[in-house]
């Protein structure tokens, strides 16, 4: 079973780009996708679930990194905020 707070991490990431929220039955589908993704992370996987669901591609930690040293942590996106909570809750696993 998944944790919650990463769960909820990966439901917002979706609804963001999507900008519309989604349904129960979608929120279950998206864990199914991240359980069966491919990847060694639950970061991996989340990423690889999202771009099934989406079609849309997120930051990397690494990119979200670069923009935060570069300018202020002010700058970020919301997207990237989102992606950070995420990246955090999948470390937690």
Do not use: W
Request: with cysteine; net charge negative.
């Amino acid at each position: 079973m998944l944790d919650r707070a990463f769960c909820f991490s990966v439901f917002a990431i979706i609804e963001r780009l999507l900008k519309s929220e989604i349904t129960n039955t979608s929120r279950q589908l998206i864990v199914n996708y991240i359980e069966e993704a491919d990847g060694d992370t639950y970061s991996e996987k989340a990423r690889a679930a999202i771009f099934r669901y989406s079609n849309e591609k997120i930051p990397s930690l690494e990119e979200i990194r670069n923009k935060a040293n570069a300018q202020s942590k002010d700058s970020l996106s919301i997207l990237e905020h989102l992606v950070l909570k995420m990246e955090y809750e999948a470390s937690r696993i």
